[in-house]
T-cell receptor, first 115, second 115 residues
Framework: AQKVTQAQTEISVVEKEDVTLDCVYE???????LFWYKQPPSGELVFLIR??????QNEISGRYSWNFQKSTSSFNFTITASQVVDSAVYFC????????????FGPGTRLSVLP | DSGVTQTPKHLITATGQRVTLRCSPR?????VYWYQQSLDQGLQFLIQ???????AKGNILERFSAQQFPDLHSELNLSSLELGDSALYFC??????????????FGPGTRLTVL
């Protein structure tokens, strides 16, 4: 069965620090998708990125970047120059199966960015 | 605003009762997904519908059922409620059939409290 581990339960940083959130996944499928979602204090879930298993290129979007390494089954998320608005719970998720029907979330990492 | 609407926002009921949660997807989206977020279980995928048909099933209890109507809105029915069913229930929608293949847009959630 697939599994997603986010070993960091809570992280606190001071504004402008860089922070990396770890995500390690387990799957037996060769085709799968990885996601990151953000859940700010207001409670809604916000999609950040989707990656398929055949695309190991790292991605950068503004202050956000993602590092996908199949060799270590990791899909880590880095926020550069963190801001207070980045404070949220971040979830890594894995989807596998022909239609991506087996969808599992990690337990989440609570990030607190202090002013 | 994701464009996905959920009603009601809050629901308080008693054990043994039955409730219905409603979700309207973004205009043009054919897929609807239901998720449960609780302190004990974290975020769990329950079920997906695509254009009126059940597409994928996750950790959905037999006491729970869902359907998607011709106008594409979806309802999640929870019956014989137990204290442990208290949770935040999210609905999400996407354009395509594959849960893994595309971005999902989440509604604000329905907070269910079972007393």
């Amino acid at each position: 069965a697939q599994k997603v581990t986010q070993a960091q339960t809570e992280i606190s940083v001071v504004e402008k620090e860089d922070v990396t959130l770890d995500c390690v996944y387990e799957t037996r499928d060769t085709t799968y998708y990885l996601f990151w979602y953000k859940q700010p204090p207001s409670g809604e879930l916000v999609f950040l990125i989707r990656r398929n298993s055949f695309d190991e290129q790292n991605e950068i979007s503004g202050r956000y970047s993602w590092n996908f390494q199949k060799s270590t089954s990791s899909f880590n998320f880095t926020i550069t120059a963190s801001q207070v608005v980045d404070s949220a719970v971040y979830f890594c998720a894995l989807s596998e199966g022909s239609y991506g029907q087996n969808f599992v979330f990690g337990p989440g990492t609570r990030l607190s960015v202090l002013p | 605003d994701s464009g996905v609407t959920q009603t009601p926002k809050h629901l308080i009921t008693a054990t043994g009762q039955r409730v219905t949660l409603r979700c309207s997807p973004r205009s043009g989206d054919l897929s609807v997904y239901w998720y449960q977020q609780s302190l004990d279980q974290g975020l769990q995928f329950l079920i997906q519908y695509y254009n009126g048909e059940e597409r994928a099933k996750g950790n959905i209890l037999e006491r729970f059922s869902a359907q998607q109507f011709p106008d594409l809105h979806s309802e999640l029915n929870l019956s014989s409620l137990e204290l442990g069913d208290s949770a935040l229930y999210f609905c999400a929608s996407s354009v395509a059939a594959s849960a893994g293949g595309n971005e999902q847009f989440f509604g604000p959630g329905t907070r269910l409290t079972v007393l």
